[in-house]
């Protein structure tokens, strides 16, 4: 029998995913309850879905943050509990030749806002924390701070392509402009890098002659709706599974895989 969870949301924008998993919680097909929703934008409008169902909100505004620091960056002051070199030997977002000076700015900045954050969720004990078009890369500093336990993902996040395929920001566009036919949204856990953490769920839909972007963003948001509250749901039925997977390639090589394996039968 699952139990209901506590999730925690981030939003950048209009909140459409956060709707739908409000709406899942409140008819009983998930069983959790939304306790907060966080923004790295003061002007996301998604924050008044909250005030409508009487979830706490909070901001941590990127924008101001990252603005001070460029107008003074001799003021940067990291969190006490920042460390640079830790942060640089998990991230996976920047390649070995990324200009070293840039990166450890964008570690610095990121991580004070995160701390930000953090510091507005200790407020609110969560389970599982969601990304809900949340439009701001996390670091190892957040990571790591949802992530206490080894092997415990709790951060989900859902991706409107079929990764692996075209991560990033505009993954519907990628896929069109690709003249792929067939689209789709993926549910992950986040790691280290962009889009790259063990995959949940995916739901696709077929790309058609007449699709316009338009129309296949619309198709897309649809499965996202229903895909994110069953991977939220199988979530609260302790039904996911974290392992470490070995393959051997062709070339002999191993190649190391973290993935997610769910159980077909509900825990209980």
């Known amino acids: ?14 909140g459409t995913n956060l709707q ?4 899942s919680c409140e008819s009983g097909n998930t069983d959790g309850e ?6 790295d934008n003061p002007n996301a409008s998604g924050l008044e879905r909250g005030h409508r169902h009487g979830i706490p909100t909070f901001t941590a505004d990127y924008k101001s943050i990252i603005e001070g620091i460029k107008k003074a960056p001799e003021k940067i002051i990291p969190p006490d509990d920042f460390d640079m ?29 995160e701390a ?24 190892p500093y957040f990571i790591d701070r949802i992530n206490t336990v080894p092997g415990n993902l709790r951060i989900m996040n859902i991706h409107p392509s079929l990764l692996p395929a075209f991560p990033g920001v505009d993954g519907y566009g990628d896929t069109f402009r690709y003249g792929c036919k067939i689209g789709g949204c993926t549910v992950h856990f986040v790691d280290y890098g962009e889009d790259s953490g063990p995959i ?19 198709k897309g948001l649809s499965l996202e709706w229903e895909l ?5 749901q199988m979530f609260a ?32």
């Open 1 to 14: 029998m699952s139990k209901k969870i506590r999730i925690g949301t981030l939003i950048s924008g209009s």
């Open 237 to 268: 039925e302790d039904r996911l599974k974290v392992v470490e997977m070995t393959h051997i390639l062709e070339n002999g090589k191993k190649m190391r895989r973290t993935v997610v394996k769910i159980d077909p039968r509900i825990a209980g």
């Open 116 to 139: 930000k954050l953090l510091e507005y969720m200790k407020a609110y004990p969560f389970d599982l924390l969601v990304l809900a078009g949340f439009m701001r890369t996390l670091t």
């Open 34 to 39: 939304v306790v907060f929703i966080g923004s």
């Open 85 to 113: 070199n830790d942060l640089i030997s998990k991230q996976s977002l920047f390649s070995e030749d990324f200009d070293a000076e840039k990166m450890k700015v964008f570690m610095i900045t990121r991580a004070i806002a």
């Open 200 to 218: 949940i769920g995916q739901k696709t839909f077929q790309i058609q002659e007449h699709d316009t972007l338009e129309t296949i963003k619309k």
């Open 228 to 232: 994110y509250s069953e991977c939220i």
């Open 20 to 23: 739908a998993i409000i709406d």
